[in-house]
């Protein structure tokens, strides 16, 4: 079975760090994009930041460039997202989706096969 295990979120302070983790399996990584979306309460999902898994294509948000840095370790099948300088609008539900690679370039929802359950950040002023 496909599985994708998003953890990682907690409760922070503004300015404060978290890094959420995504640990994949029952499916080739290498050939698949990974991608983190996040839900804010009352608005659509939309997407933060992929990768490609073979080719390291990435992608960000703008609202993200900067502070937010997505990593993988291959051997582990496992997705990092670094996220820094954390402001209380990046508070929301963080899923990992994985994809075909146009996930990795686009961050398009769009091309999202699998999904794992959500990681709650919320981020206090």
């Known amino acids: 079975d496909v599985q994708l295990q998003a953890s990682g979120g907690g409760l922070v302070q503004a300015g404060g760090s978290l890094r959420l983790s995504c640990a994949a399996s029952g499916f080739t990584f290498d050939d698949y994009a990974i991608g983190w979306f996040r839900q804010a309460p009352g608005k659509e999902r939309e997407g933060v930041s992929c990768?490609?898994?073979?080719?390291?294509?990435?992608y960000y948000a703008d609202s993200v460039k900067g502070r937010f840095t997505i990593s993988s370790d291959n051997a582990k099948s496992t997705v990092y997202l670094q996220m820094n300088s954390l402001k209380p609008e990046d508070t929301g539900v963080y899923y990992c989706?994985?994809?075909?690679?146009?996930?990795?370039?686009?961050?398009?929802?769009?091309?999202?096969?699998?999904w794992g359950q959500g990681t709650l950040v919320t981020v206090s002023s």
């Open positions: 989706a994985a994809g075909p690679p146009e996930l990795g370039r686009s961050g398009s929802y769009y091309y999202t096969d699998y």
């Open positions: 990768m490609g898994s073979s080719d390291g294509s990435t």
